[in-house]
């Protein structure tokens, strides 16, 4: 059962890091400008955040869906609608930075010099300011212990929770690996693919703002 439980984790947060996203399109970058190691400093560091996130929303999950709704007004804003304002916003700072990089060198290193805590600062502030991933764990998290996929005493919580950080560690270095072989199979410039990794965040940003005009209007 436990095992199980492990593997319901790892599936469960892999298949939310399939769409692209700030995370994954993050990896990616970093992938192409500064190399893998600087990858795993990042993705090791970051999905050590989700393992405590999904523990703590996982806990609170049963809680969290009889008593918060996603539709329900916070000083008469959505809760749905907060999380997609901090989105836009992500968006938009995290595709200005990387327009303004774009024609940087990429610089790999192998020394002990690589700036590794950099890395891993930013996995642990993207870890932390994460907050796509509230909803996520409050749909994803009651549906499995409604339907009693998992337990939910500490023990399978905590295997749940390092499947969860498994999972994404996973996904997202399949993603880096898959950024690299674009770029090595088409022989892409890294100006080329950081300005579409702008786009693309600039792209998600807009979708975000129609949407909620949408559901204003």
Known sequence: MLFLTFFIGIILNAMGYIPPGNINLTVAQLAINKGMRQVWYFILSFSCVEVFFTFGMMRFARWAMSDINP???????????????????????????????RKKVPKTSNTKEDKRSGSVLYGLILGVLNPVQIPFWLFFGNYVILHEWIETDYLSLVIFSLGSGFGSALALYLYAHFATFIQEKFALSSLIINKSIAIFLYVLAAYLIIKQLVILL
Do not use: H, P, Q
């Open 71 to 101: 539709n329900e007004a916070v000083s008469e804003v959505k809760l749905g609608t907060l999380v997609d304002c901090f989105m836009i916003l992500m968006f938009i700072t995290m595709g200005t930075i990387t327009w303004a990089n």
